[in-house]
């Protein structure tokens, strides 16, 4: 009996005019548990993809009939999720470099390695999985009730799910502790939409963005003529979020004054209006947030201790990027499926190389920083991948930090200039103007010395 928990294997269509190659990289594959079909001719294997799902289509460029590119671009528009890697005996930089533009994952040169055959295969196929998995599935969202979604599996973020779950029916008072661009608005509201409050309102309010005299007018409102120009009774935004959630934010840069006048409002449940005298009684759940160690400054007198208490009932600290770094292919094609929405761009995937500079940055801007580098790369990507070149220069820059020089002996001058070109060019994606930027040479000077080490 077939076991129902089998693993389903992933389909692999393999093109290739020499059936050598086909034979080869079937049994290198099928020795990996993968289902593989294999064509000498490119149009019956279209014909396939169109009868059948694939997960990857493994290509030779040079083929009589139609070449690798054309079988790609074709490909991509019978299967848009397939992935592609491109196999040639006439490996150049050029060609490497056509290939990503158009939408193919990884290329690789005959005589082709077994080892770097499944390395790639392994890598592409994973890299389709997480794509799919944040543009069909939805997979990283919270629930299937509706609310926020918060994309990520890391270890933290389950906690964090799991978490929010369990306080959300509660009503209690949260204080939400994270870095700058860690999402604790976007966590607020999840708590919101699967409380018992989720019909009410969800009113936000940024304690550090105004002026102590304003705060007052702004959460309690006034009557009317409560002073000059208040020509009108104004309900406050504490009022107005009656029956919901009231999320304030940076609430460790509210004035002491203004802690007093919160207080009562959290502790009574009611409030009078700048310029009034009747108690106005609330229903309202308070969820706070702060990048600041509020027990810090209860200890040195800037907060105050019993105003900390009542709204730190159950606290959630969030990770930073950089402590969820497994999450980022998860967030990176979520991002990107929000901003083709938004630009009408189809910038559809991104490459391995891209997607390990942004696994290996440190992120000190967190999501919101990861969000503002992914649109700024649609906006400048000219196919439908993201390369290197539509990242930011420094995001390049720093991963020349990984250069290992090669190993051997008496390793001569030459030997290591060859192999640290190779590697910026590689960064680069192609791209000599930016590699001899990087290298702080003049282009002419730069391809002198591809000519010369057989990098052309």
């Not at 490909?75 to 196999?87: D, F, N, T």
């Not at 990861?370 to 400048?380: D, G, H, K, M, S």
Request: glycine residues 6%; contains cysteine.
């Amino acid at each position: 009996m077939q076991n129902k928990k089998e693993k389903i294997a992933d389909r692999i269509l393999v093109v290739d005019d020499d059936a050598l190659t086909l034979k080869n990289l079937r049994r290198i594959l099928e020795k990996e548990g993968y289902s593989v079909s294999t064509y000498i001719q490119p149009r019956k294997a279209l014909e396939r993809l169109g009868e059948e799902p694939y997960d990857l289509l493994i290509s030779d460029v040079q083929m009589p009939d139609m070449d690798g590119f054309a079988l790609l671009e074709q490909a991509k528009r019978i299967s848009r999720g397939i992935e592609v890697v491109l196999i040639t005996g006439f490996a150049s930089l050029d060609d490497a470099v056509e290939a990503t533009k158009r939408g193919s994952y990884h290329y690789l040169a005959k005589p082709f390695d077994p080892g770097k055959v499944r390395d790639t295969v392994k890598k592409a196929l994973a890299e389709k999985k997480t794509r799919d998995q944040v543009l069909s599935s939805g997979s990283g969202m919270l629930s299937k009730d509706p609310g926020p979604t918060i994309i990520g599996e890391s270890l933290k973020i389950k906690q964090l799910k799991e978490t929010i779950l369990q306080i959300s029916p509660t009503d209690c008072n949260v204080m939400i502790i994270g870095e700058s661009g860690t999402g604790k608005e976007l966590v607020a509201r999840s708590v919101h939409a699967r409380s018992r409050r989720s019909r009410g309102p969800f009113i936000a309010f940024n304690c550090a963005a105004f002026a102590e005299d304003l705060i007052a007018n702004e959460l309690f409102g006034h009557e009317k003529q409560a002073f000059t120009g208040a020509s009108s009774l104004k309900k406050g935004l504490l009022e107005t979020a009656n029956s919901g959630t009231v999320f304030l934010d940076e609430i460790g840069d509210m004035p002491p004054a203004m802690q007093s006048k919160l207080l009562r409002v959290v502790q009574e449940r009611e409030l009078i209006r700048v310029g009034g005298i009747q108690p106005i009684p609330l229903d309202i759940r308070f969820i706070s947030a702060t990048a600041v160690d509020l027990k810090t400054a209860v200890a040195d007198g800037h907060f105050r201790q019993d105003l900390y208490f009542r709204l730190n009932v159950v606290n959630m600290v969030l990770p930073t990027l950089a402590e969820r770094r497994e999450d980022i292919p998860l967030l990176a094609y979520h991002i990107l499926r929000h901003s083709m929405k938004r630009t009408g761009k189809s910038v559809t995937s991104i490459s391995e190389d891209s997607l390990a500079l942004l696994e290996n940055y440190a992120f000190p801007g967190n999501v919101r920083e990861l969000e503002n580098i992914l649109e700024r790369a649609v906006a400048l990507c000219e196919g439908e991948t993201i390369r290197n070149q539509d990242l930011p220069s420094d995001l390049v820059e720093l991963d020349l930090c990984s250069y290992s020089r090669p190993t051997g002996n008496h390793l001569s001058l030459d030997e290591l200039e060859k192999d640290y070109i190779s590697h910026v060019l590689n960064l680069s994606e192609g791209s000599r103007s930016r590699a001899a930027q990087i290298l702080g040479i003049e282009r002419t000077s730069l391809w002198r010395k591809m000519k010369k080490y057989g990098l052309l």
